[in-house]
């Protein structure tokens, strides 16, 4: 089983800014892909950032140039970074992380975290 705890939301004024944290934790071997999605009140859950083992990014169209994202790899965390907050972003965000188990054949995972709530408003 491989645990992700999401920390680091709340309430902020439009404009202001947020970090968010995700660790993960448990039986694992190596984490290649993380990444933060978020889901507002009556909307589908949607990407909003990723990052690969190597440090390669990307991003939502919608975040570009006001969020980012960052991981150590030696503690199997994950960051986001999030400026010029605006009401919009206001949301239940979500680490996701895939990967490979210790053991035979390498099984891989993909886990998800509980999600914290961001909430952006004056």
């Known amino acids: 089983q491989v645990q992700l705890v999401e920390s680091g939301g709340g309430l902020v004024q439009p404009g202001g800014s947020l970090r968010l944290s995700c660790a993960a934790s448990?039986?694992?071997?190596?984490?290649?892909?993380m990444g933060w999605y978020r889901q507002a009140p009556g909307k589908e859950r949607e990407f909003v950032a990723g990052?690969?083992?190597?440090?390669?990014?990307n991003y939502a169209d919608s975040v570009k140039g006001r969020f980012t994202i960052s991981r150590e790899n030696a503690r199997n965390t994950v960051y986001l970074e999030m400026n010029s907050l605006k009401p919009e972003d206001t949301a239940v965000y979500y680490c996701?992380?895939?990967?490979?188990?210790?053991?035979?054949?390498?099984?891989?995972?993909?886990?998800w975290g509980q999600g914290t709530q961001v909430t952006v408003s004056s």
């Open positions: 996701k992380a895939d990967g490979l188990r210790p053991g035979w054949g390498k099984p891989k995972f993909e886990s």
């Open positions: 990052i690969t083992s190597g440090g390669s990014t």
């Open positions: 448990g039986s694992i071997f190596s984490i290649n892909t």
